[in-house]
T-cell receptor, first 110, second 113 residues
Framework: DAGITQSPRYKITETGRQVTLMCHQT?????MFWYRQDLGHGLRLIYY???????DKGEVPDGYVVSRSKTENFPLTLESATRSQTSVYFC?????????FGPGTRLTVL | SQQGEEDPQALSIQEGENATMNCSYK?????LQWYRQNSGRGLVHLIL?????REKHSGRLRVTLDTSKKSSSLLITASRAADTASYFC?????????????FGTGTRLKVLA
């Protein structure tokens, strides 16, 4: 299917566990982004990537790791999950300005 | 660094009325976008306005930009129940040399039928 997909859509994990959220886009867009959305904070940029093998920190990168070995995939890893990382995570892609968003992953850290 | 804030945080109006949302930002921009988010869904792009534009229209949407005040507004005319959603502004960071955008905190709009 064309577009941008995220998996899983829902995830419950425990404090200290490693979690990887997946993002896949079929447009071959150069840019990909990870955001978290929390009540009262809007969307905050975690990491972004301008191309394969090029990544950079956003506003709230601590506790997260990303990689981009292929243009179409941009996984986000929480190396040791904390309760403060309970949130809804959105992936997006763009070629220039307009960003196309995935459906989101709701992550709960117990 | 760039920051965005929207006002009001929440807005409730009757169907047929106009809805106005405001966005203020901290540092100079080249481009500003508005996005819409239906409950539980990803954001959808509505409109982009460039720093050399003062006003832009798209259907029932009217966006204004005042770079001297570092602010933008989104007007939805003749609102419908289907316009119920959250609306976000997003500002670029020209010095970053990238297409990275910083999003505002959003306005939750409820249109009552």
């Amino acid at each position: 299917d064309a577009g941008i997909t995220q998996s899983p859509r829902y995830k419950i994990t425990e404090t200290g566990r490693q979690v990887t959220l997946m993002c896949h886009q079929t447009w071959s867009h150069s840019y990909m982004f990870w955001y978290r959305q929390d009540l009262g904070h809007g969307l905050r940029l975690i990491y972004y990537s301008a191309a394969a093998d090029i990544t950079d920190k956003g506003e709230v990168p601590d506790g997260y790791v990303v990689s981009r070995s292929k243009t179409e995939n941009f996984p986000l890893t929480l190396e040791s999950a904390t309760r403060s990382q309970t949130s809804v995570y959105f992936c997006a892609s763009s070629e220039v300005h307009e960003q196309f968003f995935g459906p989101g992953t709701r992550l709960t850290v117990l | 660094s760039q920051q965005g804030e929207e006002d009001p945080q929440a807005l409730s109006i009757q169907e047929g009325e106009n809805a106005t949302m405001n966005c203020s930002y901290k540092t100079s921009i080249n481009n500003l976008q508005w996005y819409r988010q239906n409950s539980g869904r990803g954001l959808v792009h509505l409109i982009l306005i460039r720093s050399n534009e003062r006003e832009k229209h798209s259907g029932r949407l009217r966006v204004t930009l005042d770079t001297s005040k570092k602010s933008s507004s989104l007007l939805i005319t003749a609102s419908r129940a289907a316009d119920t959603a959250s609306y976000f502004c997003a500002m670029d960071e020209p010095l970053s040399g990238t297409y990275k955008y910083i999003f505002g905190t959003g306005t939750r709009l409820k249109v009552l039928a």
